[in-house]
């Protein structure tokens, strides 16, 4: 009795957790489909150019990028050499978010789905628990970020805030103090409400974001070069590469090329997963080319004219925002118009690390949740577990402690970039950007069920494309200079070593034991994705069409055209 009792409860709750969608605009929810996953109808591709650019320009308007010229100014290459990397950089995220994103364009699924087509239905787990765990360390990074930030702002207002008792536990108060722990909690509180917002509505967020800080930052380099009087003496850095360096200038340039793509190769993977919102092909290109490009190039210069304006008047260069700050408000004693000052410039990054961690982390992880557990997590719920879990992967010993894990976090483009390689032969060169809807979506007669849902061709091109690198990568996180130089220099070619590689076994593999269905495609639209005009590019007949087929001659008729025309159609035209 208490056995069936307990059933019977865990039914309900099962019951209640359950997704619904409306049926009829083909929302169901089973284990490979829910509303979230399915390709988007017209009415909700609602993305225009500005979208784009300020989903790309968050991206770019943070304190990573504002960096990234310390990043080859160190390493020996002058300035211009500094920023030449950064602009060849910002060209390949370009190219390469945009061939990934293709697809989102083209057949309205992101990656989720994307990656069924070439790993399998049961074989995409495999990419997506790689983004999945990605998602969940990156958001508690970006929340400890932000929380420092948020910890400034807070000083700016109450200055005897950074003199807080410290109230944290003897394990903790080695790794960081009271005032920044507060900081991270209000900045994860005050993150939390953006969860709520559907992708669909981020036009206005994004609008608030991109224009408050990109005018605090430059407001911050305008300040800057009136005090100092000019732009100071790290903007004429020149080239300090050592003589008695293992690597010339060309590699260190490799290597800088290698280190910027790869640190948005996260980003690129799931491209498809916002470019599927876009109404045309025009606004994402347009709208993510002008932002990736100029808007990422820009704020690097920006960064740069600042620390080394701010070199002159403090003497001291500060490459991180929240230190240079902090060092405006007590330079400026504490008054109130420092405070002011500090305050609504910290507030702009605040609100772009805010932003950015819910658009690229929590809701891409949400997206990649919920195509592993489909019935029970949609784009919301997976979200708001990839916010929970910020607290279980505990950033503040990530970032304060283990520089190591760090180290190997922002180089995990080494596994990254084969996958994209994949994605690119499987989708351009084996499948001619035809895919088949309808059978990514189910397990039975699908031709993308390959193996007991796995297809093994992808799994050798994966591996293959990553082995070269991983010996580099593992010399480079633990900081070892010594090692075989050969490996290091594969590690400075990884993302388009591992790119290629893949790209052209996968094809290989493909041609020499071509699996069922390449270059196939529905015959009418099961999902009612495709406008008119999609569909008659696409040769596609939409249910329009069918009916209109059926008016034209007897109904017997019609319904056995549209069966003729593939199994993908039977359901809509038994609706009929």
């Not at 004429?236 to 800088?256: A, D, E, L």
């Not at 740069?304 to 490459?319: D, K, M, N, P, R």
């Not at 991983?470 to 993302?495: C, H, N, Q, R, S």
């Amino acid at each position: 009795m208490a056995s069936s009792t307990i059933r019977r409860r865990v039914a309900v709750v099962a019951e209640k957790a359950t997704l619904h969608g409306n049926e009829e605009e083909h929302e169901q929810t089973d284990h490979w489909s829910n509303r979230d996953l399915i390709p988007l109808p017209p009415k909700r591709r609602i993305w225009g150019w500005f979208n784009y650019f300020g989903y790309w320009a968050i991206t770019s308007l943070n304190i990573s990028n504002w960096q990234t010229p310390n990043t080859y100014l160190a390493q020996g290459l002058s300035v211009p050499q500094a920023m030449m990397v950064i602009v060849l950089g910002r060209l390949l995220i370009t190219l390469f978010s945009t061939l990934v994103a293709w697809c989102g364009l083209r057949w309205h699924i992101g990656f989720t789905i994307q990656n069924r087509f070439s790993w399998g239905l049961r074989g995409s787990y495999i990419p997506l628990l790689q983004r999945v765990l990605l998602n969940f360390i990156w958001a508690a990074v970006q929340c400890w970020n932000g929380g420092r930030l948020m910890a400034v702002c807070l000083t700016a207002l109450w200055p005897s805030f950074m003199t807080i008792h410290n109230f944290l536990p003897s394990s903790m108060q080695e790794m960081t103090s009271a005032y920044q722990f507060v900081g991270f909690i209000i900045f994860w509180v005050l993150s939390t409400p953006f969860l709520l917002i559907r992708p669909e509505k981020y036009k206005l967020p994004f609008q608030v974001v991109c224009i408050y800080c990109g005018v605090g930052m430059l407001c911050m380099m305008i300040w800057a070069l009136a005090v100092a009087k000019g732009v100071g003496p790290l903007w004429n850095t020149g080239q300090s590469v050592p003589v008695t360096s293992r690597f010339n200038v060309s590699w260190i340039i490799m290597s800088g090329i290698n280190q910027m793509v790869g640190s948005m190769a996260a980003g690129i993977t799931n491209g498809s997963d916002f470019s599927r919102y876009s109404r045309s092909w025009q606004h994402y290109v347009g709208g993510s080319t002008m932002s990736s490009l100029v808007v990422g190039s820009l704020v690097s210069f920006v960064g740069l004219v600042t620390t080394s304006a701010a070199q002159t008047i403090y003497g001291v260069v500060y490459w991180n925002p929240p230190d240079l700050l902090m060092v405006m408000m007590n330079n400026g004693r504490g008054s109130s118009k420092s405070r002011a000052g500090v305050f609504f410039l910290s507030l702009g990054f605040c609100l772009t690390s805010m932003f950015e961690n819910v658009c690229g982390n929590a809701v891409a992880g949400g997206i990649d949740l919920a195509g592993i557990f489909p019935r029970y997590i949609n784009i919301r719920r997976g979200a708001i577990i990839t916010f929970l879990a910020v607290w279980v992967v505990q950033p503040w010993q990530l970032v304060n402690k283990a520089t190591t894990f760090v180290n190997v976090l922002t180089s995990f483009s080494v596994f990254l970039a084969p996958l994209i390689g994949i994605m690119t032969a499987d989708f351009y060169l084996l499948r001619r950007c035809m895919i088949r809807l309808s059978h990514l979506y189910r397990s039975e007669e699908s031709i993308y069920w390959f193996k007991a849902g796995f297809n093994w061709r992808a799994f050798p091109a994966w591996v293959c494309g990553f082995a070269p690198t991983v010996g580099g990568l593992a010399y480079a996180a633990t900081g070892e200079i010594d090692g075989p130089k050969i490996l290091y220099e594969m590690f400075y070619m990884a993302f388009l070593l591992g790119f290629f590689i893949s790209c052209i076994l996968f094809y290989i593999l493909n041609t020499v034991f071509p699996p069922d269905g390449l270059g196939e495609q529905d015959d009418v639209d099961v999902y009612g994705t495709f406008t008119p005009e999609e569909a008659a590019k696409l040769g596609i007949l939409t249910n329009t069409s069918l009916v209109e087929a059926t008016s034209s001659g007897s109904r017997e008729d019609g319904l056995q055209h549209g069966l003729e025309k593939g199994d993908s159609t039977k359901g809509d035209v038994t609706e009929l």
